[in-house]
C-alpha cells in the first residue's frame, strides 16, 4: 500500500496549512447555510411565496458542497498527516497503511460526526436535485426540516465536537489509530450505519413536513418509501458487516453480543423494517397513514438514540469512544427537541390524516398491521434491555446487568411468530382475502420445511430444539418465497418467461424474504452445533477436531507496517488430503500498545473451520482454540440476500424516485 | 487449585478465555461450568461473559465457577455463592423479582397492548367493508359515479 510521506508537520507549506482552515471556515458556512435553509424555505411556503421555497433547493445543494468540503480537507490532514491537527494526531500515524488514513477519517467522534452531517446534506441534496415532481410547498418544507437536524449536527460539532483544532507545539508523529479499528470489515462499517440511520433523516423530515402540510398521500407514501428502503439496505449492510467483523476479529467466532451499540443499530434496523412494510399499505391501499408518519418519527428517534447511546457513553460499552458529558447532553438536547417538536406536532394534526382504503379481517393489511406490531414489540424490547441497567441504577438503586442471556430469550420469540406468519402475509391479497386458498397454495412448502426440521432433529446428538427449529423456519421461509413468486407467474404455458419478467419488486419481495430465512439458519446452525476446542499443541503435533485433522507446523516471528505478529502455520487435513494451511496471528502494536488476534478461517459453504492462536505455554507448546462452525457463512450471506432484495425493490421502475407521479395519478389505483 | 490460581495471578499478560489448563477432566462437569460461564459478568470489561473475556478477574471468577462444581455444588448453588459475592451486576440474565419485572413484562405487555388496539382497528375498518356498498372507499365511490356519469 503507498503511502503520502511528507515528512514532520509544521514544515508544512502554507496552502496546506489554509486547506484546513478552509475546511474549517466551510464547516462553519455550511452551518449558516442550513440556518437560513430552515427559515426562508418555511417561512415562504407558509405565506406560499414561490421564490422563497425555491431557496430552499440552492441552498441544499450549497449545504453539501460545503460540507463535503470540510470532509475533503479534513480526509487531506489525515492522508498528509498534518499532526498540527489535535485529531489526526490522536488518531493517525505515518506508519499507518493509506486505506487506514483515510478510514481514521471517520475512525474517531468527531470526523465520524463530519461524516454524518455530510450524508445529513447529501439526503437533503437528493431532495433537492431529483424532487421536481414533488409539490413546492412540500419539497420547501421537506428541506426546511432536514435543514433543521443539519443545523443542530453542525452545531454539536463546532460546540462540542471539532475536528479541526489544532495544537500548538505539533508532535513529530502520531497515536495511532485503535487497531481493531484498522481492518477492512470495520472501516466500512461506520459509513454504511450512518447511511443507514440518516436515511431515516429523510423519511422524518418528508413526515414532519406532510404533518405541517397536512397532507398525507399515496405520493407521499410513493417518495418516503425509496428512501427508508435505501435506509434499510445500508443499515442491513452496516450491522452484516460489523457483525462479520466481530466474527472473525474479536476471537471466539461469537457473531453478535447484544452490546448497548449493536442495539443502537439494530433498533433503527427493526423500526425501519416496520416502516417499510407500512409505507406500502400508504402508497397502496391509503391506509394506516397516522401509523406511519409515526413510525417515521420514532424510527429517527432510535436513530439519534443510537447516535447518543455509541456518542455520550452513557451506557459504556468496548465502541464508546467519547464519553464527555457535555456532548452527552446537547445529543439528548437535539433528540429531546426533535421528538417532543415532531411527537406534538403529530398529536395536533394527526387528525387530518383520514383512512380512505377499507378492508376485511383477513388481507394483506391485516398481516401487515401485525408484521409491525411484531417488529415494533420487539425493537421495544431491546430498546427496553438496553436501557434497563441505567433505569434500574436511577430508580432503583439496583446495580445489574441485562446481557445476551437476556435478549435471545426475549426477543426469539417475537421473531419466531414474525417467521410463521411471514410467507402466509406476503401471499395475502390485499383489500379482501381468501385464507384456505393461500394455505393451500403453501402446502407444499410447509410440509417441506416440517421434514428438514424432523431430519435436523433426527440427525442431531444433543436435544436442543434451536436447530431443528431453526433449519424449519428457514426452509419455510425460502420456500415461502419461492411459491410467493412462481404463484404470480399464473397459469398455463410460459410460466418461466413470465416469471423472468415479473416486476423487480416481486423478485426483491421473495430475494429479500429468503435471504431472512438464510439468516435465520445460520444463527441456528451456529447456536446449535458448533464444536470447541481448547488444548495445548506442541509445534509438529497433530489434533483432531470434529472430523479434521490439524496440525501445527511452525510459530513464527512476523513484521508488519505497524504491528508485529506471532503467526502460526496450522494445516487443515481431512483424512489425508490437505483442505488448506491457516495462518492464526497474535499482533501487537507497539505505538497504541494494543494487541489484536487475527482469527484463520476455513470458510465452506455448509461450515467454517476456524482457529485461533493463544499464548504460549511453559512447556513449549502454544494454547490453540479451533472451533467448527455450521453454516456461519450463511449469517452474512443471508444479510447480503436482503440488502440485494431490497436493492432489487428500489430499481423497480414503479417506485424510481422520479418515475411519473402524474402518470400514476392519472391512472389511479384499479378497483379490484 | 489455590495454587494454580495463586501462579497464574503472578503472569501480568493478557490470558486468552478459556485456558487448555483451566478445562476440567470431566467433560459433563466442564459442560455445566461453560453453560454458567456464559452467564456471568466479567466484572471488569463491558458487556462480555466470563467465558469469552481475557481479563484476569474472568479467569479467577471462571476457576472459582469450576471450584464450585467439584465440590458438589448444583449450577443454582454455585450462581448463588458468586452472586453473594460479587452482587447482581454479576448476572446477564436479570433476575425476575421485584422491579426487573418490568424489564421481562415489557415485551408481552406491549403485545398485548399492541394487539388490543390491533383488533380494534381493524375490525373498526372491516365492519366497514361488511356495511354494504361501503365495500368502496368515498374516493372509490366518486370514481365511480364519474365513470357511471360518462
Known sequence: ?672 | MKRLVLCLCLIAAPVFAVQPDEILDDPALEARARELSQGLRCLVCRNENIDDSSAQLARDLRLLVRERLVAGDTDEEAVAFIVDRYGEYVLLKPQSGGSNLILWGAGPLMLLLGGLIAVVYLRRRSRSVEGGDASLSDDEKARLREIMKN
Open chain 1, 1 to 672: 500500500m503507498g503511502e503520502i510521506d511528507v515528512g514532520p508537520a509544521g514544515t508544512a507549506p502554507y496552502t496546506w496549512v489554509m486547506i484546513t482552515e478552509l475546511g474549517h471556515f466551510a464547516l462553519i458556512l455550511a452551518f449558516v447555510t442550513a440556518c437560513f435553509q430552515v427559515v426562508v424555505p418555511l417561512y415562504g411556503a407558509h405565506k406560499r411565496w414561490p421564490g422563497w421555497m425555491a431557496a430552499a433547493e440552492p441552498a441544499a445543494t450549497l449545504q453539501f458542497l460545503l460540507t463535503a468540503g470540510a470532509f475533503a480537507s479534513l480526509t487531506w490532514a489525515f492522508l498528509t498527516s498534518d499532526f498540527s491537527l489535535k485529531l489526526v494526531t490522536l488518531n493517525s500515524h505515518t506508519a499507518k497503511p493509506l486505506l487506514y488514513k483515510i478510514t481514521g477519517v471517520w475512525g474517531n467522534h468527531e470526523g465520524s460526526m463530519l461524516l454524518w452531517v455530510l450524508i445529513v446534506a447529501l439526503f437533503g441534496g437528493s431532495v433537492a436535485w431529483f424532487g421536481s415532481n414533488l409539490p413546492p410547498s412540500l419539497k420547501a418544507r421537506v428541506l426546511a426540516v432536514q435543514g433543521m437536524i443539519g443545523a443542530a449536527f453542525f452545531a454539536f460539532i463546532l460546540f462540542t465536537s471539532n475536528p479541526f483544532l489544532r495544537l500548538a507545539v505539533p508532535p513529530f508523529d502520531g497515536n495511532d489509530l485503535n487497531p481493531l479499528l484498522q481492518d477492512p470489515g470495520l472501516a466500512f462499517h461506520p459509513p454504511f450505519l450512518y447511511l443507514g440511520y440518516v436515511g431515516l433523516s429523510m423519511t422524518f423530515s418528508f413526515a414532519v413536513a406532510a404533518l405541517i402540510e397536512g397532507r398525507v398521500d399515496a405520493a407521499w407514501g410513493r417518495w418516503v418509501r425509496p428512501y427508508t428502503l435505501a435506509a434499510w439496505i445500508f443499515l442491513t449492510i452496516g450491522i452484516g458487516l460489523g457483525s462479520w467483523w466481530a466474527y472473525y476479529e474479536l476471537g471466539w467466532g461469537g457473531f453478535w453480543f447484544w452490546d448497548p451499540v449493536e442495539n443502537a443499530s439494530f433498533m433503527p434496523w427493526l423500526i425501519a423494517a416496520a416502516l417499510l412494510h407500512s409505507s406500502i399499505v400508504v402508497e397502496k391501499r391509503e391506509s394506516l397513514k397516522s401509523w406511519t408518519v409515526l413510525l417515521a418519527i420514532i424510527a429517527f428517534g432510535f436513530s439519534m438514540v443510537g447516535a447518543f447511546i455509541t456518542r455520550s457513553g452513557i451506557i459504556t460499552s468496548v465502541h464508546a469512544f467519547a464519553s464527555d458529558p457535555e456532548r452527552g447532553v446537547f445529543l439528548l438536547a437535539i433528540l429531546a427537541v426533535f421528538m417532543l417538536g415532531a411527537l406534538t406536532l403529530f398529536a395536533a394534526r394527526a387528525n387530518v390524516m383520514q383512512a380512505k382504503g377499507v378492508f376485511g379481517l383477513v388481507s394483506r393489511e391485516s398481516m401487515l398491521v401485525i408484521n409491525n406490531i411484531l417488529l415494533g414489540v420487539s425493537a421495544f424490547v431491546v430498546f427496553t434491555g438496553t436501557i434497563w441497567p441505567l433505569v434500574a441504577e436511577l430508580f432503583f438503586d439496583r446495580k445489574l446487568s441485562v446481557g445476551a442471556p437476556f435478549f435471545n430469550m426475549a426477543f426469539t420469540p417475537f421473531m419466531l411468530l414474525l417467521g410463521l406468519i411471514l410467507p402466509v402475509g406476503a401471499m395475502l391479497p390485499w383489500k379482501r382475502a381468501n385464507l384456505g386458498r393461500v394455505i393451500r397454495q403453501l402446502r407444499g412448502a410447509f410440509v417441506l420445511a416440517i421434514a428438514i426440521g424432523a431430519l435436523a432433529w433426527a440427525l442431531q446428538t444433543g436435544r436442543s430444539a434451536l436447530g431443528p427449529v431453526g433449519l424449519f423456519l428457514a426452509a419455510w421461509l425460502v420456500s415461502g418465497s419461492a411459491v410467493d413468486l412462481w404463484s404470480r407467474t399464473g397459469r398455463g404455458s410460459g410460466r418461466l418467461a413470465r416469471l423472468r419478467r415479473l416486476p423487480r419488486a416481486d423478485w426483491g419481495k421473495s430475494v429479500a424474504h429468503g435471504g431472512l430465512g438464510i439468516t435465520i439458519a445460520g444463527i441456528a446452525g451456529m447456536m446449535a452445533w458448533s464444536v470447541e476446542d481448547i488444548r495445548v499443541v506442541q509445534p509438529g503435533e497433530a489434533f483432531e477436531v470434529a472430523g479434521f485433522t490439524l496440525s501445527l507446523d511452525n510459530v513464527a516471528r512476523v513484521e508488519g507496517p505497524n504491528y508485529i505478529s506471532t503467526m502460526g502455520e496450522v494445516s487443515l487435513r481431512r483424512g489425508d488430503s490437505l483442505i488448506n494451511t491457516l495462518y492464526p496471528e497474535k499482533r501487537i502494536y507497539p505505538v497504541a500498545g494494543m494487541p489484536t488476534t487475527e482469527a484463520a478461517i476455513d470458510n465452506g459453504f455448509l461450515r467454517d473451520v476456524y482457529v485461533v492462536v493463544g499464548d504460549p505455554q511453559g512447556n513449549g507448546g502454544w494454547a490453540i482454540r479451533t472451533y467448527y462452525k455450521p453454516l456461519a457463512n450463511w449469517i452474512w450471506g443471508g444479510a447480503i440476500l436482503m440488502a440485494f432484495g431490497g436493492a432489487l425493490s428500489l430499481s423497480d421502475r414503479r417506485y424510481r424516485v422520479a418515475a411519473g407521479s402524474h402518470k400514476a395519478a392519472a391512472v389511479g389505483v384499479p378497483a379490484e
